[in-house]
């Protein structure tokens, strides 16, 4: 077993590593109070990413992308998710579920967005379809040539910024194991198109500047040149994406947990009480110990899982895995920053309450932690239950 990165791949850690550092930590703190974003930093940072080669890091080259392995792909998402999703999000990462355009979507949305002239969003949540993705009750229904689309999503991230969304929409329906399942399909809709409205949704207390919208689809008609893949076939392409999503969520967690021992690690050198530095106490020491050993289990459990994905040999479950544990670690470690640094791990004048909050998201979005326990267990049983 080789656990030694390539020299590539080290020179590709620095170089983000010092992207961050540079472009984007910066502004971390502005954005957080004033919750938002402005254009004209959007679009120098998306700027600065396209200059450096980072953006579309996670396309083919064929496309121009930058064709990085997941492994690879993995190392960056740890350096970028050290800055809140609120700016690392313009170092550009579109769905790969875009792979799936064909004939005039090629260059109509695949090409623009891989070279930063357009964004796009990921529109699968609904109020009342969370975990539970099958209950979506947004409909698309044919009308010749084209689709009309009805229904609502909410919680969709950067929609605001977008330029067309990937909107999933039941076409469908049949009976497997004597249950009525939604057949999906996803669409592009271009944001403009009569009948979708675009919302802001409630404020978030992680991420600030990272938005969440509500999309509203009234009558809203698309061509069936807009069908991203095969009518009914919406499932197939979400689900290789949505699998893939996971790891690179569990190295974000990793990331954010690095960030927060080593700020844990130098207030424990610096902070005295009773005459000496509180690292020297045990109970704070014991705790760094802790959560040293807990990042360093989830970060090879994370790149791991990356490997076996560029092996072909990563189960739905194994990803489950990764999500889960890099995420519940990095709510134990931001809350055990929070306990070293004491009352100012809580004021807003320094880093650690932003890391404690952004943290929190983690076990929800992407599929909950409950969600992971669920996917892990069935894999686990399959085997012996049939």
Same mark, same amino acid.
């Given at each position: 077993m080789n656990f030694q990165l390539t020299q590539e791949q080290e020179m590709l850690v620095d170089a983000v590593r010092a992207f961050v550092e540079k472009e984007l930590l910066p502004h971390e703190e502005a954005v957080d109070r004033a919750d938002a974003v402005s254009p004209?930093?959007?679009?120098?940072?998306?700027?600065?990413?396209?200059?450096?080669?980072?953006?579309?890091?996670?396309?083919?080259?064929e496309v121009g992308g930058g064709g990085l392995d997941y492994l690879s792909q993995a190392l960056v998402e740890r350096e970028l998710s050290k800055v809140s999703w609120a700016l690392h *999000?313009?170092?550009?990462?579109?769905?790969?579920?875009?792979?799936?355009?064909?004939?005039? @979507?090629?260059?109509?949305? /695949?090409?623009? *967005?891989?070279?930063?002239?357009?964004?796009?969003?990921?529109?699968?949540?609904?109020?009342g379809a969370g975990s539970d993705a099958n209950a979506i009750k947004t409909r698309a229904v044919r009308d010749g040539d084209d689709f009309v689309l009805n229904g609502s999503k909410h919680f969709i991230s950067h929609a605001g910024h977008a330029d067309f969304?990937? *909107?999933?929409? *039941?076409?469908?329906?049949?009976?497997?194991?004597?249950?009525?399942?939604?057949?999906?399909?996803?669409?592009?809709?271009?944001?403009?198109?009569?009948?979708m409205t675009v919302r802001r949704g409630p404020r978030c207390v992680s991420n600030k500047g990272y938005h969440t919208y509500e999309l509203f689809f009234d009558d809203c008609r698309v061509p069936a040149s807009s069908v991203l893949g095969e009518v009914d076939k919406g499932w197939e392409v979400a689900n290789a994406w949505l699998t893939a999503g996971r790891v690179m969520v569990a190295a974000n967690c990793v990331?954010?947990? @690095?960030?927060?021992?080593?700020?844990?690690?130098?207030w424990a050198a610096d902070r005295k009480q009773f005459g000496q530095p509180i690292g020297s106490y045990q109970g704070v020491?014991?705790?760094?110990?802790?959560?040293?050993?807990?990042?360093?289990?989830?970060?090879?459990?994370? /790149?791991?899982?990356?490997?076996?994905?560029? @092996?072909g040999t990563m189960t739905d479950g194994e990803a489950g895995m990764a999500k889960l544990f890099a995420s519940e670690v990095l709510g134990r470690v931001a809350d055990e920053t929070v306990q070293i640094f004491g009352g100012m791990g809580l004021m807003d004048e320094g880093p650690v309450e932003r890391i404690w909050r952004n943290a929190r998201i983690e076990r929800i979005w992407e599929g909950t932690s409950e969600i992971q326990r669920h996917i892990i267990s069935r894999e686990l049983l399959r085997p012996l239950l049939g």
């Open positions: 004209e930093l959007a679009a120098e940072i998306r700027g600065k990413a396209l200059a450096a080669g980072f953006y579309a890091f996670n396309m083919p080259e *999000v313009f170092v550009a990462r579109p769905s790969k579920i875009l792979m799936a355009c064909t004939g005039e @979507q090629i260059g109509r949305y /695949l090409l623009p *967005v891989v070279q930063g002239e357009k964004i796009d969003c990921f529109a699968l949540t609904e109020p969304a990937i *909107v999933f929409a *039941v076409t469908d329906s049949f009976e497997r194991n004597g249950k009525r399942r939604n057949a999906v399909t996803a669409f592009l809709v271009d944001k403009g198109t009569p009948g990331g954010q947990a @690095q960030r927060a021992l080593d700020l844990s690690l130098r020491s014991f705790k760094l110990a802790d959560m040293a050993t807990q990042i360093r289990a989830a970060e090879l459990m994370t /790149l791991h899982t990356a490997w076996k994905m560029d @092996q």
